[in-house]
């Protein structure tokens, strides 16, 4: 299992060679052990990434994540056939009850709607409104808590006029880290052996990463926290970089502290036990540490 983020982020050659991904640019060339890289970072659009190291990236799990002119993420590459993907788990993910389906989104939905009243009262706002939203929560949420604390929660950490639809470095950051805690994800639940598109809430037919999606959303205040830190008019390379370091950032998952990837593997790992073998009830607790490491470990080319 890679641990490693390696980002591209000028002209370059990506190529294969001895179990090496080789990255050559203009002044240099770096090789790095293809089994070290957990995420591949194309962050120019000026890079040519050869089949083989696409190939041998996939092969061994590591996720490829492509930027588009603006700097955004806009696509990523997914293994068609991981190793561990078999009739039977494809089988039973689409035997999912609807029952079983609640009981996960409702651990979940919980266990992020808990993470932003912290995030809340870390950053030193009134966090009573979001409480008492929260004891309103129903199985299944059936009443869409999760909507309408989210809608309270952003206003309350970025201001009263801030809104997730404005064109604004916030958001624009907020959308970066999304995508990449996405693509963090998704490449767990294929690990697995799991499909993305099939979710326990998110269904949109148009979405890929339906699975990807729901399982994400006790982290995504980890986002918030950091951006609602930042004083950025632009979204820059180096604010890009911190949210990619935020994949070592460490926090207490049911009650260990880990780092934010080897939390996200353990998460998806129940998650998808509970919904193939629900011998067990499913728990998410997510907790800041509120410090942040500055011993991430980092890539730029």
């Known amino acids: 299992m890679g641990w490693r983020t390696v980002v591209v982020t000028q002209h370059a050659k990506i190529s294969y060679s001895g179990r090496k991904i080789i990255v050559q640019t203009n002044n240099e060339t770096h090789q790095i052990p293809i089994d070290d890289i957990q995420i591949l970072l194309v962050e120019t659009t000026q890079a040519v990434l050869t089949v083989p190291a696409i190939t041998e990236l996939s092969k061994s799990g590591a996720k490829i994540?492509?930027?588009?002119?603006?700097?955004?993420?806009?696509?990523?590459?997914?293994?068609?056939?991981?190793?561990?993907?078999?009739?039977?788990?494809?089988?039973?993910?689409?035997?999912?009850?609807l029952d079983l389906k609640e009981s996960a989104w409702t651990e979940v939905v919980g266990a992020k709607i808990a993470m932003q009243i912290q995030?809340?009262?870390?950053?030193?706002?009134?966090?009573?409104?979001?409480?008492?939203?929260?004891?309103?929560?129903?199985?299944?949420?059936?009443?869409?808590?999760?909507?309408?604390?989210?809608?309270?929660?952003?206003?309350?950490?970025?201001?009263?006029?801030?809104?997730?639809?404005?064109?604004?470095?916030?958001?624009?950051?907020?959308?970066?880290?999304?995508?990449?805690?996405?693509?963090?994800?998704?490449?767990?639940?294929?690990?697995?052996?799991?499909?993305?598109?099939?979710?326990?809430?998110?269904?949109?037919?148009?979405?890929?990463?339906?699975?990807?999606?729901?399982?994400?959303?006790?982290?995504?205040?980890?986002?918030?926290?950091?951006?609602?830190?930042?004083?950025?008019?632009?979204?820059?390379?180096?604010?890009?970089?911190?949210?990619?370091?935020?994949?070592?950032?460490?926090?207490?998952?049911?009650?260990?502290?880990?780092?934010l990837r080897n939390a996200l593997t353990r998460h998806v790992q129940n998650c998808l036990n509970f919904m193939n073998d629900s011998k067990d009830n499913l728990t998410v607790k997510v907790e800041m540490i509120h410090e942040v490491p500055n011993n991430a470990i980092i890539s730029n080319v």
């Open 119 to 259: 995030v809340a009262k870390l950053l030193d706002k009134e966090i009573l409104d979001l409480e008492l939203e929260a004891q309103k929560l129903e199985r299944g949420d059936q009443s869409n808590r999760e909507a309408v604390i989210a809608r309270k929660y952003f206003q309350l950490i970025f201001g009263n006029k801030f809104s997730r639809s404005d064109f604004s470095a916030i958001n624009a950051a907020l959308n970066y880290g999304y995508s990449l805690l996405l693509s963090a994800v998704n490449r767990e639940i294929v690990c697995n052996g799991s499909l993305t598109q099939l979710g326990i809430h998110h269904h949109n037919t148009t979405n890929d990463f339906n699975l990807g999606s729901d399982l994400m959303e006790p982290f995504r205040p980890v986002i918030d926290y950091w951006v609602a830190h930042q004083k950025m008019t632009d979204l820059t390379p180096d604010v890009k970089f911190g949210l990619i370091e935020l994949l070592n950032l460490e926090l207490n998952y049911n009650n260990q502290t880990m780092i």
């Open 65 to 97: 994540i492509f930027s588009g002119r603006d700097g955004n993420p806009t696509c990523e590459v997914v293994e068609q056939y991981p190793g561990n993907r078999s009739v039977v788990s494809m089988q039973n993910q689409f035997a999912w009850s």
